[in-house]
């Protein structure tokens, strides 16, 4: 993987946050958390292009969190859970999937299928706590990707 990227500018295109970067002299877009699979092996690259070392909450939503608020509650929910372990689907218009990589290793669609459906729940950093909670998750799927959130950012 290479070391010279640099994230020009983060949008926000229909509620999701597009990083538009540049890859040894080449420029892509993509939605934030692909991009932080991709630059995963440069560690805090994103953080850093951004400003936002010390901004837990700025970091979190950089790399695709929403923040939430209501009462006394104040939570960094991130989205797209099957991305921070490494799974990439692609679908047919019926939404079946019709290809599937773990890791960058074709699997069977099956197997992606029992993936997803393990981590379909919640994740989030408490701010009030300071620390982690999910729902509907296992603890050890949920441990997991709270290790790709950390080394992220």
Request: hydrophobic share 45%; no cysteine; charged share 35%.
């Amino acid at each position: 993987m290479t070391n010279a990227i640099e994230i020009k500018e983060i949008r926000t295109v229909n509620r999701t946050k597009l990083a538009i970067y540049e890859i040894d002299g080449r420029r892509g877009a993509s939605f934030v958390p692909r991009v932080v699979v991709i630059i995963k092996a440069v560690g805090k690259w994103l953080i850093k292009s951004l400003g936002l070392e010390g901004d837990r909450i700025g970091a979190l939503e950089a790399i695709g969190g929403n923040r939430w608020q209501k009462g006394e509650m104040d939570r960094v929910y991130i989205n797209d859970l099957v991305k921070w372990v490494g799974l990439e689907v692609e679908r047919y218009k019926t939404g079946n999937i019709s290809y599937a990589e773990l890791n960058g290793e074709k699997i069977s669609n099956s197997r992606a299928d029992k993936i997803m459906n393990r981590l379909d729940g919640k994740l989030w950093w408490d701010v009030v706590e300071g620390a982690w909670d999910w729902k509907w998750i296992a603890e050890d799927d949920a441990e997991e990707i709270i290790d790709a959130i950390e080394e992220a950012i």
